[in-house]
């Protein structure tokens, strides 16, 4: 997207800015009533001016700049206004009653729904459960907002672009912390609406700060050769605009601007340099006719010899965001690569701006929405399964947003024609559930283009799927087995569990009252209330706490940890004296000494799990003798500051007689033969492994295991081999 030429700022801050000479500068007409509410606007948050929280520069000056922006997409006058006060707003220099006051109830809820898509970035920085409810609710009111009035998404990205154009002075974290949102959430967001233009100004900016060294060496290589590149192309459109004219097509042929961002991703997807990146020269041509495109292809394809590896048609088969356009790649003059791109006005003003393109503004009306409602409908879609599962988690609900704006989805069709939008990866259970839940419960076998497959089977763009069922509702429980291979889709996976929460309701509040009972018993924790118990852990009732203990929603370890803080503020502060061990044979590893005391009750610390060579300290604890832990477990640094009475010096004596625990967190690039590879290394070193669990983000995969090793030498050894295994990030023992 171009920049103004004028740098609003500036004549801000130098108090020289002409309201009629921006509106001349930035080609706005608008009627005197538009004209006048947009006046209001700008008098009421320059009276209001403060500095913004992030880019450190004047609200008012932030604002115009974003409506700048808005005018590119035809916004009408209401979205200006909203552009010029959301700054003012975010600064918490103005309110919902102000703007309520001043401008009425549509221009205040398109500011609020700008200002409610924030509750992105506290789902992705979310912790804890307490919270979750919460989170889950302000997910939604986004949505809500974003399908009530798509203005509200462009404002945001509008919103999001000016940041990013104003953050250099910002400190790296903050930097960083805007450019991975961005990268993550708003650009693929930008994209599944269609809007280009953001699209591709969001992700360079974002790689800006997030590869400063990549973006630096290839917007160097552009400018170096930039004259020769420009002079090849002016040649190129000379050409091609006699050869249309010789074939009468009229067509407008431009050079295109070439992206940082797109240059490096394929770079580094065909693992070639810059120099080799054949679409750094590129043209596009615009056409008044669907049937000019192919007779343009026509004459570039006569002209020059193509590359048959390199040619798409989204007019036939359109992109998920509808993009449309002819793409293909010739070996032009000189014998140099040329990229071209082919399309009609409209397609590219479609590509360009997205659900914009469709929007007709009418003043005092509401928003028409021609052609917008297929672009959102992913959303709809969203709203209603969060609407039909009460008890989604926020990290469920933000994953199936990140997913439904990625552009890693899959396109298949119902033996009716209709097109199923699912994440890659699905399965026909993904497929059914998607189609309704009462024909994923059903689901008992699938065809695939008229034959039979697995319902492990993983679909692909343009399969043929139908679903074969049975009477009765009663999914397979080995469908939520994650390796498995069943599901591909958190939707799915809440769709099930839900069900058969539902079904053993009764059964998993049974289960879970014996399982905590007995636990508690055998912790002597026995006088514990079960209702405080639930309520410290933030839960609604005893029956919820039995039921989520039942599911396996929540792990006993978690619960008694609890219990034992229960029952621990419950008794008197008193002097602490340690508890004489009685004489039995150690079950644990090496000896271990305590200062200036006899024979004691020790044991090791599960939070850290202590190896011999260690620095230790004891801790005194009630009933249960000295529990050691490493020097640096974050307990030992919370009771020298709360408890430092009861830490005792020990030490180690001898060597360790028995294999030993430790857990190690392992993160790495998810791949096949990860945890092969993991146990090959873990056998070769003669570690047995008591324990594991994964956990996948993406294509990030995180491994916790718990193994036993024999000598301290062994954990220093075994963790160097691990972190030389192939896309392995990390290998760590388990913070404490």
């Not at 001043?102 to 729904?113: D, P, T």
């Not at 048959?308 to 036939?316: G, L, Q």
């Not at 509401?366 to 609407?387: F, P, T, Y």
């Not at 309520?535 to 619960?559: C, F, N, P, W």
Request: one cysteine or more.
């Amino acid at each position: 997207m171009k920049r103004k030429e004028h740098d609003i700022f500036e004549i801000v801050e130098s108090s020289q800015f002409d309201f009629e000479q921006w509106l001349t500068l930035n080609h706005l007409s608008l009627p005197d009533k538009g004209k006048k509410k947009l006046k209001k606007a700008v008098d009421l948050a320059d009276k209001n001016a403060s500095i913004t929280p992030v880019i450190r520069l004047n609200t008012l000056a932030a604002g115009l700049e974003l409506a700048e922006v808005l005018t590119h997409f035809n916004a009408d006058n209401d979205t200006l206004t909203a552009a010029t006060l959301l700054p003012a707003v975010i600064s918490e220099q103005l309110d919902d009653e102000v703007l309520n006051k001043h401008f009425g109830k549509g221009i205040a809820e398109l500011v609020r729904g700008a200002g409610q898509m924030e509750a992105m970035r506290s789902l992705q920085q979310s912790s804890g459960a307490e919270n979750d409810e919460h989170q889950v609710e302000s997910l939604r009111k986004m949505l809500l907002a974003m399908v009530n009035d798509a203005r509200v998404v462009l404002l945001k990205l509008a919103d999001r672009v000016v940041t990013l154009r104003h953050i250099k002075d910002a400190s790296d974290e903050l930097q960083y912390l805007f450019a991975k949102e961005t990268k993550d959430i708003f650009a693929p967001l930008a994209n599944r609406l269609g809007i280009g233009q953001l699209k591709w100004e969001l992700e360079d900016l974002a790689f800006r700060y997030l590869e400063p060294g990549a973006y630096k060496k290839i917007a160097k290589s552009l400018r170096e050769k930039r004259v020769a590149r420009e002079q090849y192309i002016v040649d190129v459109i000379d050409l091609l605009n006699k050869k249309l004219e010789a074939e009468s097509i009229r067509g407008e042929v431009t050079g295109r601007v070439k992206h940082i961002y797109s240059i490096w991703k394929k770079m580094t997807r065909k693992k070639v340099s810059f120099e080799e990146i054949y679409d750094v020269r590129a043209v596009r041509i615009l056409v008044d006719k669907v049937q000019d495109c192919y007779a343009t292809l026509g004459v570039v394809h006569g002209s020059w010899q193509h590359i048959p590896k390199e040619f798409d048609d989204y007019i036939a088969t359109p992109k998920q965001n509808g993009y449309r356009s002819i793409h293909t790649a010739v070996v032009g003059p000189e014998g140099k690569v040329l990229e071209i791109q082919i399309r009609t006005h409209q397609m590219h003003e479609e590509a360009e701006k997205g659900i914009a393109a469709h929007w007709a503004y009418k003043e005092g009306a509401n928003l028409a929405k021609v052609g917008v409602d297929e672009k959102i409908a992913w959303m709809r879609q969203l709203l209603e399964w969060q609407s039909e599962l009460a008890d989604i988690s926020a990290d469920d609900l933000m994953h199936e947003f990140q997913t439904s704006v990625s552009d890693d989805r899959i396109f298949v069709f119902t033996p009716q024609g209709k097109v199923i939008d699912l994440p890659s990866g699905s399965t026909p259970i993904d497929f059914a559930y998607r189609i309704h839940t009462s024909v994923g419960h059903r689901c008992i076998g699938a065809k695939v283009k008229g034959r039979i497959v697995p319902l492990t089977h993983q679909l692909e763009t343009g399969d043929v799927v139908e679903i074969m069922t049975k009477k009765e509702e009663l999914p397979s429980r080995d469908w939520l087995i994650s390796y498995n291979g069943y599901i591909g889709s958190s939707r799915t996976r809440s769709k099930i569990n839900q069900f058969f929460n539902k079904l053993d309701r009764e059964d998993n509040v049974n289960e879970g009252r014996i399982l905590l009972e007995r636990e508690l018993s055998r912790n002597e924790l026995s006088d514990v209330d079960h209702r405080e118990l639930a309520q410290r852990l933030h839960l609604a009732s005893q029956q919820e706490l039995y039921i989520k203990i039942g599911t396996g929603d929540l792990g006993i370890m978690q619960v008694l940890n609890r219990a034992k803080e229960q029952k621990e503020d419950k008794k008197p502060k008193e002097d602490i004296k340690p508890v004489l061990r009685k004489k039995s044979k150690r079950k644990s590893m090496g000896d271990i000494s305590v200062s200036g005391v006899g024979d004691l009750l020790t044991q090791i610390g599960k939070c850290c799990k202590p190896v011999p060579g260690e620095a230790i300290v004891g801790y005194i604890t009630r009933g249960r003798g000295i529990v050691i832990h490493r020097k640096n477990c974050t307990h030992i640094k919370k009771a020298q500051q709360d408890r430092p009475e009861r830490l005792i010096p020990v030490s180690w004596e001898g060597e360790a007689s028995n294999a030993y625990a430790v857990d190690l967190r392992i993160v790495a690039l998810d791949r096949k033969s990860l945890l092969k590879d993991v146990t090959t290394v873990l056998a070769n070193e003669h570690a047995s492994i008591t324990d594991l669990s994964t956990r996948r983000d993406n294509e990030q995969v995180e491994l916790w295991l718990e193994v036993e090793l024999g000598q301290v030498d062994d954990l220093n050894r075994v963790m160097t081999l691990l972190k030389q295994l192939p896309n392995v990030f990390s290998v760590n023992r388990r913070a404490s």
